[in-house]
């Protein structure tokens, strides 16, 4: 059983900055990945980024790639997305999730959801 926690939501205007956490605890394991989601209203949900927890190796969306950054700290389970010059078409609730299967960008191959943190950026 793996536990996400997602935090650092919120609203901000368009080319702002925010940085959203995920807390991880559970049964972590070495080759876990952990990736952000993200959902706004009436469209499905997509990736954003994803992150190996031991090798660090990362992956990151092409709409993304440039204002978004993944990192990672084990000492702290945690893993962070940086997310600057903010667009209004960022606005979603993001998610994290992990997966067993390496750098994947399928929602299906995460097994583990957080909650969801929501992100609003205004225009």
């Known amino acids: 059983q793996v536990q996400l926690v997602e935090s650092g939501g919120g609203l901000v205007q368009a080319g702002g900055s925010l940085r959203l956490s995920c807390a991880a605890s559970?049964?972590?394991?070495?080759?876990?990945?952990l990736g952000w989601f993200r959902q706004a209203p009436g469209k499905e949900r997509e990736f954003v980024a994803a992150?190996?927890?031991?090798?660090?190796?990362?992956l990151v969306a092409g709409s993304v790639k440039g204002r978004f950054t993944i990192s990672k700290d084990n000492a702290k389970n945690t893993v962070y997305l940086q997310m600057n010059t903010l667009k209004p078409e960022d606005t979603a609730v993001y998610y994290c999730?992990?997966?067993?299967?390496?750098?994947?960008?399928?929602?299906?191959?995460?097994?583990?959801w957080g909650q969801g943190t929501q992100v609003t950026v205004s225009s």
């Open positions: 999730a992990t997966t067993q299967l390496g750098l994947r960008i399928g929602v299906g191959d995460y097994f583990y």
């Open positions: 559970g049964r972590t394991f070495s080759s876990t990945t």
């Open positions: 992150i190996g927890w031991s090798t660090g190796g990362a």
